[in-house]
């Protein structure tokens, strides 16, 4: 049973950082794309950056280039997400994906709230 576990996230007052960590259990032959999604109040879920398994490319939604890193892990079959930067506008659930074993998994979501 693959499963997504993801954590780091919290309150954090804007201008400040969270490290997001989501790391994939179980018998897992093969990886590709990881990704982080987020989906705020009333809002639907948006892709925030992506990481692909073979080199390793990235790319990011507008909103979020120059603040966000993602990077990932491989031999420990681990996504990150780094946000620097943080705005209210950021608050949301935060969600990874990966695709394993030629199947897409979800996580379970971890909340971020930015305020003061």
């Known amino acids: 049973q693959v499963q997504l576990v993801e954590s780091g996230g919290g309150l954090v007052q804007p201008g400040g950082s969270l490290r997001l960590s989501c790391a994939a259990s179980g018998v897992i032959f093969t990886t590709d794309a990881m990704r982080w999604y987020r989906q705020a109040p009333g809002k639907e879920r948006e892709l925030v950056a992506a990481?692909?398994?073979?080199?390793?490319?990235?790319n990011y939604a507008d909103s979020v280039k120059g603040r966000f890193t993602i990077s990932r892990d491989n031999a420990k079959n681990t996504v990150y997400l780094q946000m620097n930067s943080l705005k209210p506008e950021d608050t949301a659930v935060y969600y990874c994906y990966a695709a394993l074993n030629y199947l897409g998994y979800w996580g379970q979501g971890t909340q971020v709230t930015v305020s003061s």
């Open positions: 990481i692909r398994s073979a080199g390793g490319s990235t």
